[in-house]
């Protein structure tokens, strides 16, 4: 099951959890409005990928607010340093990802949130916090790096809990629910202040502290994040080819040119003139056939490899082909087409597509996981640049009254996915992105027949 996040700006967190199959397909088709004009001469496939699609992976386990390394945790004292912080990273990085889905599926559920659920999430961030710190470490450096990701841990709940505060709701369990949740922030503030973690111009300066929790989020993720090579496919062939079409062409124009002069004799104005109309048509046809014989050469096949890495040993954990190209609506399947509902060549859209194919090697894995979880950070920005600015005037008749109101100009974009793990059926999901030349408005997923929406 597929995920889709807005966030900042023009950008969507497109999450997935890779199981136990070593083989793992993914498509992103992207429906673009026809009136935005985008084509591949406006913007290049190579320049969006490069510039909007991000992929991270990382170690990911089922249970995700009391991982396998709580275990590891426990025996501390028999670790080495190097070990004890790759515990607590794990730990700390197994918490944050499942408070922050548990926050997101609480704000976004379909159906409200009931006061037992948010009360679970409450206990188990309190029960979680508590495990963690009953173990500081006596040793100095140890106890640096335990602090900052204490730090981070406190500040990072009191963030989630205050955002279900404003987003929860406003019904009868909420007047209950708000004391509960402010009292768990300040019971984190106070934590913090206690230990003196952060100075005061930090706590009083927002963007300060930000930057310093994003620095210290960082710090977590690295010893859980794989390593990894991008490599472009295709250049020895590229070369080989570039050097054919010349060897073809050369030979081509230097038998022409031979044939001129033996038909018109010796050097004058006409077989200059003719010499030079070759070499003119030589240019011309050796760049438009390199590029035509390219395009049908590397048709279909992948253009980019992903080589991930595992951070400590340095072993090859998993290998990934990637595509990316702008599709006609006839090369889609009829699958995508279903999912999409609608008459695409009416509607003019341009078609971005983004494939993969990735095989791991679970064995290679960190002790205790078998799992990865991939984001894929989608920036739009480059779309939005081809948007019109400025807004247009609504008339509204209201209590005898007319009234102008101005409404931003918005496109509707959809995203269809299709994911498939192993041996399994393929699953389809699809979203509407709303988007203005300012932001992404509103992410919205529609169910398709026989699926439940993802939370």
């Known amino acids: 099951m597929i995920t889709v996040e807005r966030k900042d700006g023009f950008s969507l967190k497109i999450s997935r959890i890779l199981r136990e199959a070593t083989e793992h397909r993914l498509d992103l088709y992207l429906f673009i409005p026809g009136e935005l004009g985008l084509n591949s001469h406006v913007v290049p496939e190579e320049e969006f990928y490069h510039g909007a699609i991000h992929v991270k992976r990382t170690y990911f386990s089922d249970r995700q607010h009391l991982p396998l390394v709580h275990s590891r945790l426990a025996r501390r004292g028999r670790l080495t340093a190097e070990q004890y912080r790759l515990s607590l990273s794990l730990y700390a990085y197994q918490y944050v990802v499942g408070l922050e889905q548990s926050c997101h599926e609480l704000r976004n559920g379909k159906d409200a949130a009931g006061r037992e659920e948010v009360e679970e999430v409450i206990a188990l961030a309190e029960d979680i916090l508590r495990r963690l710190r009953r173990n500081v470490p006596a040793d100095e450096s140890l106890l640096k790096y335990y602090a900052n990701i204490d730090n981070y841990l406190s500040w990072f709940t009191e963030q989630r809990l205050l955002s279900l505060v404003a987003h929860l709701p406003r019904n009868d369990d909420y007047k209950l629910l708000k004391p509960r949740l402010l009292d ?160 695409i060549s009416q509607r003019e859209e341009v078609i971005m597509h983004y494939g993969s194919h990735s095989r791991m090697l679970p064995t290679r894995f960190l002790s205790g996981y078998e799992q990865t979880r991939e984001v894929l950070q989608l920036d739009l920005a480059l779309l939005a640049r081809l948007m019109e600015k400025g807004a247009h005037h609504v008339y509204q008749l209201k209590d005898n009254q007319v009234s102008r109101q101005p409404v931003e100009k918005r496109y509707l974009i959809n995203l269809v996915t299709r994911e498939v793990q192993g041996q399994n059926p393929p699953l389809i999901q699809r979203w509407k992105v709303v988007m203005s030349r300012s932001k992404i408005v509103e992410v919205e997923e529609i169910p398709q027949p026989g699926h439940a929406p993802a939370q």
């Open 184 to 343: 768990a922030c300040g019971a984190e503030r106070r934590h913090r202040d206690a230990r003196q973690y952060n100075a005061s111009h930090d706590s009083e300066a927002l963007s300060r502290l930000s930057n310093k929790m994003r620095l210290l989020r960082r710090l977590i993720e690295y010893p859980v994040t794989l390593k990894e090579q991008t490599r472009e496919l295709g250049g020895g062939e590229q070369k080989l080819l570039k050097a054919a079409v010349t060897a073809v062409v050369m030979t081509s124009v230097s038998l022409a040119a031979y044939e001129v002069r033996e038909t018109l004799g010796g050097i004058s104005l006409m077989v200059i003139f003719v010499l030079a109309l070759l070499y003119a048509l030589r240019e011309i046809f050796k760049e438009d056939l390199r590029a035509t014989l390219w395009r049908w050469l590397r048709k279909g096949r992948p253009k980019w490899r992903r080589r991930y890495f595992d951070v400590h040993s340095n072993q090859l954990v998993g290998r990934q082909l990637e595509w990316f190209d702008y599709q006609s609506p006839s090369r889609l399947d009829a699958a995508i087409k279903a999912a999409r509902r609608a008459n």
